[in-house]
């Protein structure tokens, strides 16, 4: 049993393990489809006002190039014409302008190395960052101007906090203006994600690569805080929910719901007078009807009830219940005795009167048809003041006392020395018939002298057959259990055959 609970419990933490990193790692690749649509969304809103930027950069240049031309009309030089740039589009930085008319060039200048150098600085941006736009004015009378200007520092504002976000971002020549279009999109989770955008004021477009590296290194970033918070969430669950059906499938746990669902039922073996066959008394013998495991062995779960916190329910469990069922067959034949198993480490616990009380009264004599039988697995002082207290309390009730199994347990003549008990019960392994073992004879007839020089009654258990009984009385012992009288029956079983009469025929 404890050990179909440590695999239950293994399965448990397993699939729990398991649930959450599927849980994460779903959760993880969810956020990263965000982050990335998030980015990429992100990125086209700023790439949508760089390039509404550039176009009013583009119209404003025009203007100012269509100014300057009208102002140089009569007196076209070279010098003339950087002064007025130089004053109307300080923020651009020009690299060459011609002024005409209908088909002559009227004058034409051209920037110093220092002079565009200078334009750049003036607007954060390089040198060849991004390559030269050619704009172009008509005024009136066949006036005419054409300029190249280096398109860094018409978007190099935002371009900066653009890339600080995505990846690359360059300015590109268009084959030729179409007007405002819908920035286009890469397919979802392929690498390399392009933004285009074109301009409507010339053949320029705005290109944005977003790299997967980028949107990688972005999620990453926030999924170590989400992975933090999976882990105090999985923390949570694990000493919250998951901790209290973790309890529920250890064996303690699945006690307590024994208990409370009843799936706990008792059995009783009587106990028979060898020489008139008549059932003098019962031993409630407690069973476990599992849910999943059936009907289990006593020895797969009692010993480790008895060690355990639960034994002092269970054991409360079992006294109400032998209780209601020694009612039931004084009935039908007063004076019959239930003999009820408890581990001697209950008797330091003075809980075990109130127990007692509890299930059959508080008379005086209460306990006169209880046997409390002494289970000898573990060794137990018997000599402690809260022993003593505790068996003296029950006794003065009428509780007699047993020695379960003696001979093969723990401190069973420590417990003759310190407790009055009432009776022994011989294990049944001094009575199997195996040849070549002399010594049954003997080890049998010495545990009865012992018992009467104690004053003890003998009661011999697992008796199978008629010779073991010839034995038993050739010994002087006269009260017995075992499989050749019953075996373990409910109560109603046993309400029948005590209703029926003798249940055992002597030979």
């Not at 419990?9 to 982050?35: Q, S, W």
């Not at 006036?143 to 971002?169: H, K, M, Y």
Request: some cysteine; charged content about 20%; aromatic content about 8%.
């Amino acid at each position: 049993m404890k050990e179909q609970a440590r695999q239950s419990e293994r399965r448990l933490v397993k699939g729990y393990v398991v649930l959450i990193g599927l849980f994460y790692l779903g959760f993880a690749c969810l956020h990263y489809i965000e982050t990335r649509e998030t980015v990429l969304g992100e990125v086209s809103r700023q790439a949508e006002g760089v390039i509404r930027w550039l176009d009013r950069n583009l119209a404003f240049s025009r203007q100012a190039l269509q100014v300057v031309a009208e102002q140089s009309d009569t007196s076209c030089t070279g010098d003339e014409v950087g002064r007025k740039l130089d004053t109307m589009l300080r923020s651009v930085a020009v690299e060459q302008v011609e002024i005409g008319r209908g088909g002559t060039i009227l004058c034409s200048w051209r920037a110093q190395p220092a002079q565009t150098a200078q334009a750049l600085t003036a607007c954060h941006a390089e040198a060849g960052r991004s390559g030269v736009v050619h704009i172009s004015t008509k005024g009136p009378d066949d006036l005419w101007a054409n300029a190249t200007l280096d398109t860094a520092c018409l978007v190099s504002p935002l371009i900066v906090s653009l890339e600080g976000s995505a990846g690359s971002i360059r300015v590109i020549q268009r084959a030729a203006p179409s007007g405002t279009s819908t920035p286009k999109k890469a397919a979802a989770l392929l690498p390399g994600a392009v933004l285009a955008l074109p301009s409507s004021e010339g053949p320029l477009a705005l290109e944005v690569s977003v790299s997967e590296w980028s949107i990688a290194r972005n999620w990453a970033g926030q999924i170590v805080v989400f992975g933090a918070l999976f882990a105090a969430f999985g923390a949570a669950g694990w000493y919250g929910p998951i901790a209290h059906l973790r309890g529920r499938l250890s064996v303690e746990g699945q006690v307590q719901t024994a208990l409370r669902r009843g799936d706990f039922s008792l059995v009783y073996l009587p106990t028979v007078d060898i020489a008139t066959g008549e059932w003098i008394g019962v031993e409630a013998l407690l069973r476990w009807n599992h849910p999943t495991h059936g009907q289990l062995q006593p020895a797969s779960f009692i010993p480790w009830i008895e060690k355990s916190p639960l034994i002092y329910e269970t054991t409360r469990w079992v006294m109400r219940r032998a209780a209601t069922d020694l009612g039931r067959f004084q009935h039908a034949k007063r004076g019959l005795d239930v003999s009820i198993n408890v581990p001697p480490s209950q008797l330091g616990d003075p809980r075990m009167v109130s127990m007692a009380t509890e299930a059959f009264g508080d008379a005086p004599q209460s306990l006169r048809c209880v046997i409390i039988e002494l289970t000898e697995r573990e060794v137990t002082d018997y000599s402690s003041d809260v022993v003593q207290g505790v068996v003296h309390e029950l006794k003065e009730r009428g509780a007699q006392f047993a020695l379960d199994d003696f001979g093969v347990g723990f401190s069973n003549f420590a417990c003759l020395h310190y407790i009055k008990v009432d009776y022994i019960k011989v294990d049944k392994s001094f009575l199997q018939e195996t040849d070549g073992r002399s010594f049954e004879a003997s080890a049998m007839g010495s545990i009865v002298h012992l018992a009467r020089q104690f004053g003890v009654s003998v009661i011999a258990e697992g008796v199978e057959t008629e010779r073991q009984v010839q034995r038993l009385k050739h010994y002087g012992i006269d009260k017995a259990q075992g499989f050749l009288f019953s075996r373990p029956v409910d109560a109603d079983a046993v309400l029948d055959k005590l209703n029926n009469g003798k249940a055992f025929e002597p030979a």
